[in-house]
């Protein structure tokens, strides 16, 4: 039998914070050593070009997510690493999904709906700044799914519709043509860990409160020292479950030092101590690694170089596909 697949992409935008690395990289470079299955990574560029128009965004994020991930240890060799937009079948496929779609589906995407929602309430034309890309985003979406035959969808919780979708659109094919695609089925990741920010809400872009992966080890103790914490003083018991150092303590603490850490929070830790602490012991696990990330970010030429390789691998798999679907909806030469 072969091995079961598990993809997910990584809209490149933005740059990678610790909340990121908690939450999705560090399982997912697990993961990708893991050779009972086969796992496929990629940068999500196309999916990017709906929410940034910004070119040099575009561009740096991209180079500094795959320098991440591979700065991380991302097993290459066992796992695909690849960009979305080196694989061209995936517009193809798009295109081909798109006319199998119903629109009346994508009505309903929350993306979509959102922003309609937003349009209505400000007054708006309902489409007013809605693009084609941002309305068929799940296509795409289904596209990166379906190339690959993919069964597990590992997501959180905002990407399970767009998961149904996906599966919603193969069984329709699936029926219409031929049985070439795999019914895809969302994992919900409600276990991972979400991060607390610097104001103690979820650590998030959008909020404004991450502390950046790979800054140097300067910016990060003084990220780590403008968490947020309250006015009690050394001595004074503190709650640690209602903590923002506590939690982003837990989640790098092996179980004996989160006990400990607890019972310093009982036995009235300065705050200042307690930060010094965090600062130590995430700097730990993540200097060798922000050293790699600096040498990769230094050499683009290899990030490149990896990234070829895994389109190659996994254009394999997407040309056969591809030559599958195109034969089944009457799209093949002329004999
Ligand atoms: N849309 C996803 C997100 O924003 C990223 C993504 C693109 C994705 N293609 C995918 C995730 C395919 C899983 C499978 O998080």
Known sequence: MSKQRVLTGITTTGTP????????I???????RDESV????????YHALIKCQDPELVRQS???IAATWLALGLDTENAMFYRQSDISEIPELTWILCCNAAKGLMNRAHAYKAAVQANEEAGEDPDFGVTMGLFSYPVLMAADILMFNAGQIPVGRDQIQHVEMARDIAQRFNHNFADVFTLPEAVLEDDVAVLQGLDGRKMSKSYNNTIPLFGSAKQLR??????????????EPKDAD???????W????????VAEMR???ENGIAWGEAKKRLFELIDAELSAPRERYQALMDDPGHIEQVLQQGAERAREHSAQLLSKVREAVGISPIS
């Open 263 to 265: 019972r310093e929070f």
């Open 38 to 45: 086969q796992s496929f990574f990629f940068l999500a560029d």
């Open 17 to 24: 914070h610790l909340g990121n690395y908690v939450g999705a």
């Open 222 to 235: 003084k990220a780590i020292n403008k968490i947020k914490t309250n006015l009690l003083e050394p001595g």
């Open 242 to 248: 209602d903590s923002a150092v506590f939690q982003i």
């Open 62 to 64: 991209s180079k500094e």
């Open 250 to 257: 837990a989640a790098f603490a092996s179980a004996d030092q």
């Open 26 to 32: 560090r399982p997912a470079v697990v993961a990708s």
